[in-house]
């Protein structure tokens, strides 16, 4: 008898222990990008999302393609989650950037198909992130115009008093 117990215990135990798998996922997302290249030394892309699933599955550990590189998701309340990531200015180039979403199903489809040399691991869902490119700046710094008017005014201011001298 203890030994049926044992084996159902243990015929059930991977069941519970499995991952789950949203079905028919829906979201709705938000992200930002840095835009300023003056005050800032990198990019940063910050995408956040809400998950919702038809089969009500809750929580899930997600993780992130972004162009090649892999990075888990972060759970920031119930079914919200958010993904960063910094580059340098220079790589951060203007357009649009797809990042794919994987439950545990997904990304481990995904490294597999990876280490096969694949590529054709479907995403649990894709967001796009446009990001407009960075700002560097205006070409003439406002204190160079502010130092050539001052100049500009000191001369004519100069150069009256010279003609009411004469």
Not at 65 to 87: A, C, F, H, K, L
Not at 93 to 111: L, T
Not at 127 to 145: A, D, L, M, Q, S
Request: charged content about 20%; overall charge positive.
């Amino acid at each position: 008898m203890a030994k049926l117990v044992i084996f159902s215990i243990l015929l059930v135990i991977p069941f519970l222990v499995s991952g789950q798998k949203c079905e028919g996922a829906k979201i709705k997302n938000k992200f930002y990008t840095t835009t300023d290249g003056i005050t800032s030394t990198k990019t940063v892309f910050t995408v956040e999302f809400t998950l919702d699933c038809k089969n009500k599955v809750k929580n899930l550990f997600l993780n992130a393609d972004i162009n090649g590189n892999q990075m888990p998701v972060g759970r920031t309340g119930d079914n919200q989650y958010q993904v960063s990531w910094v580059e340098e200015h220079d790589a951060a180039k203007a357009g649009e950037y797809n990042v794919k979403i994987y439950d545990e199903e997904g990304f481990s489809a995904m490294r597999k198909a990876q280490r096969d040399g694949k590529t054709d691991s479907k995403p649990l869902i894709t967001i796009p992130v446009v990001h407009k490119g960075v700002n560097t700046g205006v070409w003439v710094r406002t204190e160079v115009i502010v130092t050539a008017a001052s100049l500009v005014v000191w001369y004519m201011a100069y150069r009256s008093k010279s003609n009411i001298q004469a």
